[in-house]
């Protein structure tokens, strides 16, 4: 299946390329290039235009055996930007694909532009589209837009989310239940598998969260507050100088972030366990927690990882500019060592640049490997300077993640006022009734008097049986035209629930 999958993708390519596209080059165009480069460098009389050209664009980076074209540097430390050929492409971008998660266009874009340079939009489109997770998981377009009255966190630990996902279905050992936990500024998440919901259980993970991360000011739980009033009595009694007050359940018109990210591990789980053809999810999700807070999140408009920590998450030489072909064939640190001292002797050759790109760390690594005595010490004021730099570069960039998130919520707002039409008191609306609870015979919603409204914008409605417990978002139903019902055809005495309403 994978080999016809990679057989389409890059017979798709090709037949772009005829087609005159400039972003895509076949293998044989591809060393004709690095010919064409190199020879145009060595070159001290008249030049063509062509030539200039390549040389105004392209360089070429020689990695022991293999020789990459890449975008021209200003300066040597700048990390490298391949071009890669269609052949190259499809393993490429399938790399990228799993390391998001199957995540969409806009992650795969953030993780294939750090090394990359002409990888279009539609050839990842392309890719989603002959991916068969991806189409599994495949989510209807909604049509309506989304209330909301957005929750804003301006510290790290101000506020925490945590739900439960249930997978009692597809039970891995004696686990049947994900904690996802995720601060609400920064949006990193920790995931824990979990053999139950009783609050112990619950509160033994989070002890264990926030003993390392340090524990919120507000805990925030859709699954009810007295639910979540027994997690913080149970934190209490493992931790008793710890105290933390419960927020209000969230609701559709509150920022439920964590419920839009349980859709998305999900399919990231599910993702994981076709591509490793197992079912054992409760590994899985490690796995998954690592991609999930590496991936680009919109909101606040860089990853979790970075918001957290001021730095991109490491997966060995993996996330070095170094080509892969160079990775599977280094097998110890000597071979690392001998690698980069090959170039940094190429680096000396003005004319092709070779070897020279390596990012900062591995350029490093040689000076580490120096004995103890031959080292210099690090002055120690030098030493702080470079933790409050750390500390300014990490506070800039959660304050950044807080107006990002405001921008976002005025868009949020924005976008409802102008889809939704705000309810006025006595108004008639037509509230859905669950699948769960509509028999054969029952209409698909039920007629309702909107009968008050809060400042949250919370809508408390009542048939004529009674006023419905709870209460409902704007976008949870639809106005009627027509005020059919009256106030004074409703029951305000009792308060019944839907269920109760539709029987």
């Not at 049947?176 to 609400?184: G, P």
């Not at 919109?298 to 072909?325: C, H, W």
Request: hydrophobic content about 35%; overall charge neutral; charged content about 25%.
């Amino acid at each position: 299946m994978s080999e016809s999958i990679e057989f389409k993708f890059r017979e798709e390519l090709l037949s772009r390329y005829e087609k005159c596209s400039k972003y895509l080059i076949p293998k044989d165009a591809y060393f004709q290039m690095i010919g064409d480069i190199r020879r145009a460098s060595k070159r001290k009389n008249t030049k063509s235009r062509h030539e200039y050209h390549l040389l105004s664009k392209y360089k070429v980076l020689q990695c022991g055996d293999v020789e990459k074209i890449i975008k021209k540097r200003q300066t040597l430390d700048e990390t490298p930007v391949y071009y890669v050929s269609i052949q190259d492409t499809f393993h490429i971008v399938k790399r990228a694909h799993v390391a998001t998660g199957h995540g969409g266009r806009d992650r795969m874009t953030k993780e294939l532009q750090v090394k990359y340079d002409h990888i279009q939009l539609d050839t990842i489109e392309l890719f989603k589209s002959l991916c068969l997770e991806c189409q599994e998981k495949r989510k209807r377009l909604m049509t309506k837009g989304i209330v909301v009255k957005p929750i804003l966190s301006t510290e790290f630990s101000s506020r925490g989310q945590v739900d439960l996902i249930y997978m009692q279905s597809m039970s891995c050992r004696t686990f049947k239940w994900i904690m996802v936990y995720q601060d609400h500024l920064t949006k990193f998440c920790v995931l824990r598998p979990l053999t139950s919901k009783l609050a112990a259980e619950v509160a033994f993970q989070l002890a264990d969260i926030y003993l390392l991360l340090g524990a919120p000011v507000i805990l925030q739980s859709d699954n009810g507050s007295e639910f979540t009033a027994q997690i913080i009595a149970e934190l209490r009694s493992l931790w008793p100088e710890l105290s933390i007050v419960h927020g209000k359940p969230r609701h559709p018109q509150s920022q439920g972030s964590v419920e839009g990210a349980n859709g998305d591990i999900k399919d990231m789980l599910v993702a994981w366990m076709a591509d490793n053809n197992s079912t054992d999810w409760a590994t899985g999700i490690k796995f998954v927690q690592f991609s999930k807070n590496l991936a680009y999140h919109a909101g606040i408009k860089r990853s979790p990882y970075a918001a957290m920590f001021d730095v991109n998450a490491r997966v060995g030489l993996t996330s070095t500019s170094l080509p892969q072909e160079i990775i599977s064939c280094l097998q110890s640190e000597q071979d690392l060592i001998t690698m980069l001292q090959q170039q940094e002797t190429d680096a000396n050759e003005p004319e092709t640049e070779a070897g020279a790109g390596v990012n900062e760390p591995e350029r490093e690594l040689p000076k580490a490997e120096m004995n103890e005595s031959e080292q210099e010490p690090e002055p120690l004021s030098q030493h702080q300077t470079n933790l409050d730099q750390l500390h300014n570069s990490i506070s800039s960039l959660r304050l950044a993640a807080s107006e990002s998130q405001r921008q976002q919520a005025e868009r949020m707002v924005k976008r409802s006022r102008t889809e939704l039409v705000a309810g006025e008191i006595g108004d008639n609306i037509a509230l859905p009734i669950p699948l769960v609870d509509r028999g054969r015979g029952d209409p698909r919603n039920t007629l309702n008097v909107i009968v008050s409204w809060s400042m949250n914008d919370q809508y408390r409605v009542a048939t004529k049986s009674g006023i419905l417990k709870g209460s409902y978002s704007r976008n949870q139903f639809d106005i009627c035209p027509e005020r059919l019902l009256k106030e004074s055809d409703i029951n305000n005495d009792i308060e019944i629930s839907l269920r109760e309403a539709v029987i």
